[in-house]
């Protein structure tokens, strides 16, 4: 993977992962993060993105249509920008000496040119790389 799809692939991911670190705890009052990244179907779909973009250094958005074409699903996995509610880590994942948190958060709304379009709130999931680990 080119060093400049590796901070593309990671500011999207930081973007959310922001959001949620300064996101307190939540409440029926707490209002939506804005943010722009990964976001996938399920929890199984996250791990394989992690897995391809490690394994064969795709760049992020040929990473996301293999994971849809695997999934015959178009937005199985998807990069947008949208407002979210943080829900909370669901899974770690180590993978090629490196860890993940995969993250559930409740998207409220997509973002666009004419501004966020709420939607009904639905469950997806993100990844974020939390450390190096030992070679």
Known sequence: MTIARTL????????????????????AEQEPTVGHG?????IPQVERFVEL???????????????NQEEENPTACAFAAVTFLPIGVVKHINYDHKAYLVIAVTVTGFAGPQGVQPTPPMEQFTVVQIEEMGA
Do not use: H, K, R
């Not at 394994?55 to 293999?66: D, H, I, K, L, R």
């Open 53 to 67: 973009s490690q394994e064969m250094g795709a760049n992020p958005v040929t990473t996301v249509a293999t994971i």
């Open 38 to 42: 990964l976001l996938c179907d399920t």
């Open 8 to 27: 593309f692939l990671w500011w999207c991911v930081f973007v959310f992962w922001v959001g949620w670190q300064t996101g307190t705890a939540l409440s």
